[in-house]
């Protein structure tokens, strides 16, 4: 009789598409994999809103459900509302106390509402929003992987991280993170699996150590 295959979905970071897993690959005889995208919050529209309206996209039972940097917390919202079999938490946090200390000031202060969103269409800043300050020396790179240039959507992603509220990590969560992370520092970082030199872009430039662990990490 023919082993059924998992089913894995796959979330990718802010303003970013399926495109930067595209170098992950898992066994064909084992896996079925499905690449999820943003799509435009509607006005208002809370987080956990958001995740269910993703939801719809799930069309398997008991799947494995992975995302990386804010794709992780909106997976973890999902998870809310689905049965996943594993909860893949990739370059993000798993609670409100693993976000750095820049990010609760900015949720004291409201800060975040005077950043220059209204200056997404330039690939510099948003590579900045999305993963940090040293991406802008790939730029190009960058061009390839950040399709989602609306204002509205980058104003709503950024009050969602720093707003949320989650207390205690989910269960069934693993959490794969870079000791070089600088948009969510490894030092705020709990019970995880600390990938060498892994940057938050590691899913794009480390897909290698992401090729040779994942089956094991989803199959154990």
């Avoid at 059924?4 to 170098?23: C, L, Q, R, W």
Wanted: glycine share 4%; proline share 5%; hydrophobic share 40%.
């Amino acid at each position: 009789m023919k082993q059924e295959k998992t089913p894995v979905y796959f979330m990718p970071g802010m303003a970013a598409n399926p495109s930067i897993f595209k170098h992950i690959k898992l066994s064909e005889d084992e896996f079925d994999t499905y690449f999820l995208e943003w799509f435009l919050p509607e006005k208002q529209e809370t987080l956990a809103d958001y995740a269910l309206r993703m939801t719809q996209k799930i069309k398997h039972k008991n799947i494995i459900l992975i995302g990386v940097s804010f794709g992780g917390i909106l997976v973890q919202e999902m998870a809310k509302h689905i049965k996943v079999r594993k909860l893949f938490v990739i370059s993000s946090v798993k609670t409100k106390h693993e976000l750095p200390r820049r990010m609760k000031f900015a949720k004291r202060t409201k800060i975040y509402k005077l950043l220059p969103t209204s200056l997404v269409n330039n690939i510099e800043v948003l590579s900045k929003f999305a993963f940090g300050n040293l991406a802008t020396k790939r730029l190009e790179l960058y061009e390839e992987y950040l399709s989602v240039r609306d204002k509205s959507y980058i104003d709503w992603s950024i009050e969602q991280i720093i707003n949320w509220d989650q207390e205690k990590p989910l269960p069934n969560t693993i959490h794969i993170h870079g000791e070089k992370d600088l948009v969510f520092p490894m030092r705020h970082i709990s019970n995880c699996i600390a990938v060498k030199n892994g940057t938050h872009i590691m899913v794009i430039n480390k897909f290698k150590w992401f090729n040779e662990n994942l089956p094991r990490l989803i199959q154990e």
